[in-house]
C-alpha cells in the first residue's frame, strides 16, 4: 500500500499518544465555542512622546533581531560574559600611577569621521574624512592639539549629490596646531584617580551621569564607559570596574573576534543607535574593540545598514547587512614629560 505523508503524520499522532483530545472531538469543540463567547478588553496604549518612543523601539527591535539566543537562566549572556573576562584580564595588568605634575597623557589616534555641512540647508551633506591626531593633556587641562584631516570621500550617491546641488563648494580643511590652557570646573580632564572602583558605586554615577553629562539610556552607558577607558592611563583597579559595570549594561551584543582598522586582532562589544546619516540606513550599532590579553581599548567604529536575517556564530552577532560608517584607532596612549614628547614614561599594557 502506498503511503502519503499524511498518513506517516497521522500514525506518528504525537497528540493522540499523550491523550489530548482531538479538535472534532466534543469536549474540544465545547471549549472553542467557550472560548469564542468570551468578551474580550482591547487595552488603550498610550500614545505619549510617540516621536521619541518611536526612535527607542527602533533600536530594541534592532537588539532582538540581532541577539541571538538566550542565555541559560542564571548564565551571564555573551557579551557579558566577554566584559567579564576583560575585567579579569584588566586585573592582571601593573599597577599605574597618576601623571604628576609637568607631565601630560598623550594620545595618537587614527580615524575616519563624518562631517555634516549644513551651512546650506537647501542641500545638506555627509563627508566622510581620515583625521590624524594627536594630543597633549596635563592634570590641569593645559596641552597641546595637532589635528589633520585629509582624503574627502561622500559616503552616500545622494551627498554627493547634494554636494554637487550646492555648488561643489571647497572640501579641503586646515590642519589645527592648537594651545590648550588649563580647565577649570567642566572643562578640565576628569580625575580618574578619584572615581571609585566598587562597580557598585561605578555604576550609579555613570548612570546618574556625575562624571559625565549626557542623555539617560543604555547607549549613553555604554558610551561614557568607552569615554573612560578611551585612550586613556586609566589605573588598572578603574578599568577592572568600569568592565564589570559595562556587562551589566542591557542590550550589548557580543560581535566576536574582530579586527581594528590597524590590523590588530580584538574581541568586538556593541550596543544598537540611531544612525546620524538615514541615507546609510534605519539600523545602526556602535561598537568598542578590546585587546582580549590586555583589556585595552583599540578602537571603536560604527555601523548602518539593514541587519541581516543569516544565523552567525553561537554566542556572537552578524555584522551581515552593515557597512562601517566611522571609525577610530588608537596607535598610542602614554603618559610623557613633556607637551611636545612621544616617548612613554610608563610601558601601558603591561602585566604584572
Avoid: C
Avoid at 521619541?52 to 551571564?76: C, D, E, N
Avoid at 597618576?98 to 537647501?122: F, I, R
Amino acid at each position: 500500500m502506498t503511503m502519503t505523508i499524511e498518513d506517516l503524520i497521522r500514525q506518528a499522532d504525537p497528540v493522540g499518544r499523550f491523550g489530548v483530545p482531538t479538535i472534532d472531538a466534543e469536549s474540544s469543540r465545547g471549549r472553542l465555542n467557550q472560548i469564542l463567547a468570551t468578551p474580550v478588553t482591547v487595552a488603550k496604549i498610550r500614545r505619549r512622546r510617540a516621536v521619541a518612543m518611536g526612535l527607542v523601539a527602533a533600536a530594541a527591535l534592532t537588539v532582538f533581531m540581532l541577539q541571538v539566543l538566550p542565555s541559560p537562566v542564571g548564565q551571564p549572556s555573551p557579551a557579558a560574559a566577554a566584559l567579564l573576562n576583560l575585567s579579569r584580564v584588566a586585573s592582571t595588568l601593573a599597577r599605574a600611577e597618576a601623571p604628576a605634575s609637568g607631565q601630560y597623557q598623550y594620545t595618537k589616534s587614527v580615524s575616519v569621521n563624518s562631517a555634516e555641512y549644513v551651512d546650506l540647508l537647501q542641500y545638506p551633506f555627509f563627508v566622510n574624512y581620515l583625521e590624524q591626531r594627536q594630543v597633549w593633556v596635563s592634570v590641569n587641562g593645559s596641552g597641546r592639539l595637532i589635528e589633520s584631516w585629509s582624503d574627502p570621500t561622500f559616503p552616500t550617491a545622494h551627498d554627493r549629490s547634494n554636494w554637487l546641488r550646492s555648488g561643489s563648494p571647497s572640501l579641503t580643511q586646515a590642519p589645527v596646531v592648537e594651545t590648550m590652557a588649563p580647565g577649570t570646573g567642566a572643562t578640565a580632564p576628569i580625575d580618574l584617580w578619584a572615581l571609585p572602583t566598587n562597580p557598585t558605586q561605578l555604576a550609579s554615577m555613570v548612570s546618574s551621569r556625575s562624571i559625565e553629562a549626557g542623555p539617560p539610556g543604555a547607549l549613553e552607558d555604554f558610551t561614557q564607559i568607552g569615554d573612560l577607558l578611551r585612550a586613556t592611563y586609566a589605573p588598572p583597579a578603574l578599568r577592572v570596574a568600569l568592565l564589570k559595570v559595562a556587562s551589566a549594561v542591557p542590550g550589548v551584543l557580543s560581535i566576536g573576534p574582530t579586527t581594528d582598522h590597524l590590523g590588530r586582532k580584538g574581541i568586538g562589544l556593541a550596543i544598537a543607535e540611531t544612525p546620524s546619516n538615514p541615507a546609510q540606513g534605519s539600523s545602526g550599532l556602535f561598537e568598542l574593540i578590546f585587546d582580549p590579553t590586555t583589556s585595552v581599548l583599540l578602537g571603536e567604529q560604527t555601523l548602518a545598514g539593514t541587519p541581516s536575517t543569516e544565523t552567525p556564530k553561537v554566542g556572537t552577532t552578524s555584522l551581515a547587512g552593515y557597512v562601517v560608517t566611522s571609525w577610530t584607532s588608537y596607535e598610542a596612549s602614554e603618559v610623557v614629560d613633556s607637551s611636545t614628547a612621544v616617548t612613554p614614561t610608563h610601558l601601558w599594557g603591561q602585566h604584572q
